[in-house]
């Protein structure tokens, strides 16, 4: 009994010192790649990342942390904040059912995140800027042209958010998994949710914490 | 600064000789947050405007002031005037008074007024935001809170996201001049950058997410979850009445602005 509660202690801190430093990759990555590519944002790798490994409930928290550290940036980030706590609640999920032990299952599962993270966070915006565009580059490669073509404005807005982010989702999923195959298994089953992410089989009185 | 001398500066309150970066941080933090949310919730370009002028005037009276105008500079020119050239194409040719024609369309007033209500929004809202961030040190704020009542888990989270975020960048740095040195170019052209994206980017990943093994044995080792009230090494001087009362009229007129620009605006 007291093994198992100081257990529990020590994989509540490894998580609680992934949060930031998830929070920290989602800066980042965001510079990194997003400066480089103007079309992946990466933003959210960190989020998925720690929904992977550490459950739903931590992968909404670094999305949260993430947004608010953002809105510094970016005011409108503040509007976005339930959506990328829910990158990290859907990361959990999947994990769970072992999605993250299979590149293909991983790259099947992008639409939900795109869903998300374009065609949500799209009707999020087309509502707080008053039912228009929002100057991003979606808008002005695919919604703007479309709304001419005769697609209702929400709609033009939604395929746009939704192609777009669905690109960015796909990268920022490889890459997580590659991450989660890049580290050694020994680090992974301390983490609460590292038995389901890797493909290692063992015994749970094996391992010393 | 001597040994006596940094020992001393814990032994007082935490001063920085201006009012402003003196105010108690979480009074400062109320009144930036409802001017902020007032100028998101009216979205109209008179209530940002006057948020604007009001950050730039405290902005103007701290010793940031040049940093803060160079960073909203920058912000105003890459975020809205992207955003204005969307807004005016989408509105390009639409009915109502004709405001003035680019390219032979007509632009109408509608569509100024709403980029107006845009930018003053986003410039409203990030100029009260970042005169509050400049201007506070975020272990003074996490300690005013976790004296309020505010779990020391939260507070530790919050802190180490801010030094996390530092840390992690000069670490992306130091790989990248690292990877550098093995021949791997990171300069150049679009593709020789994209190339160079994985061995910059995940060396500092996987080696900060497999440090935290040695952070955790270190928290363990001072305690870190041990129950008890956790001490602060710096002390922040309580609220006084008139930054309780600078706090609460920010919420009161954020409150009726909120209303009146609804109803009136």
């Given at each position: 009994m007291v093994q198992k509660k100081k257990k529990k202690k020590r994989l509540d801190n490894m998580t609680l010192l992934l949060i930031p430093l998830a929070v920290a990759i989602n800066m980042v990555?965001?510079?990194?790649?997003?400066?480089?590519?103007?079309v992946i944002l990466g933003d959210s790798i960190g989020t998925i990342l720690v929904g992977a490994v550490c459950g739903p409930f931590p992968g909404a928290i670094v999305g949260i942390l993430s947004n608010l550290v953002n809105v510094i940036k970016n005011p409108v980030m503040i509007v976005m904040m339930p959506l990328n706590a829910l990158f990290g609640i859907a990361a959990g999920t999947l994990a769970r059912r072992r999605i993250f032990t299979s590149f293909w299952k991983t790259v099947i599962c992008?639409?939900?995140f795109g869903f998300i993270g374009g065609w949500l966070s799209g009707s999020i915006i087309f509502l707080a800027m008053g039912g228009d565009f929002w100057g991003n580059l979606a808008s002005v490669v695919i919604g703007i042209p479309l709304f001419r073509a005769g697609v209702?404005?929400?709609?033009?807005?939604?395929?746009?958010?939704?192609?777009?982010?669905?690109?960015d989702k796909i990268v920022c999923l490889i890459l997580v998994f590659l991450i989660i195959r890049s580290l050694p298994d020994r680090f992974l089953i301390k983490l609460p949710y590292g038995k389901y992410v890797t493909t290692k089989q063992y015994r749970e009185e094996d391992i010393e914490f | 600064m001597t040994e006596e001398q940094f020992v001393d500066s814990f032994r007082k309150y935490q001063k920085k000789g201006n009012w402003w970066c003196d105010f108690h941080p979480v009074a400062k933090m109320v009144t930036c947050l409802s001017l902020g949310f007032m100028c998101l919730i009216v979205f109209r370009w008179q209530v940002g405007l006057i948020i604007f002028l009001l950050a730039g005037g405290i902005a103007f009276l701290t010793p940031v002031w040049k940093k803060y105008f160079k960073?909203?500079?920058?912000?105003?020119?890459?975020?809205?005037?992207?955003?204005?050239?969307?807004r005016l194409y989408v509105h390009m040719g639409d009915p109502g008074p004709v405001a003035f024609y680019l390219f032979g369309k007509s632009v109408p007033v509608a569509a100024i007024i709403s980029c107006l209500d845009l930018i003053f929004m986003i410039e409203g809202f990030l100029g009260i935001f970042l005169v509050f961030f400049m201007t506070t040190e975020m272990r003074d704020l996490c300690c005013c809170l976790e004296q309020l009542g505010m779990s020391s888990t939260v507070t530790f989270m919050v802190l180490s996201t801010f030094s996390s975020i530092t840390s992690i960048k000069e670490k992306l740095n130091r790989v990248r001049e690292s990877q550098r040195a093995r021949g791997i170019e990171t300069e150049g052209n679009l593709f020789v950058k994209v190339k160079s994206i994985l061995p910059v980017l995940f060396p500092v990943i996987i080696s900060s997410m497999t440090g935290i093994e040695d952070k955790t044995l270190a928290m363990d080792a001072r305690a870190f979850a041990a129950d008890g009230v956790h001490t602060s090494l710096r002390k922040i001087q309580p609220a006084k009445r008139s930054e309780k009362t600078v706090a609460v009229v920010a919420v009161i007129v954020s409150i009726l602005g909120c209303v009146a620009g609804k109803l009136f605006l």
């Open positions: 990555a965001y510079n990194v790649l997003y400066s480089t590519t103007m992008t639409p939900i209702p404005k929400y709609f033009a807005m939604a395929v746009g958010q939704l192609l777009f982010d669905c690109i | 960073m909203i500079g920058i912000m105003f020119l890459l975020g809205c005037v992207f955003t204005v050239i969307v």
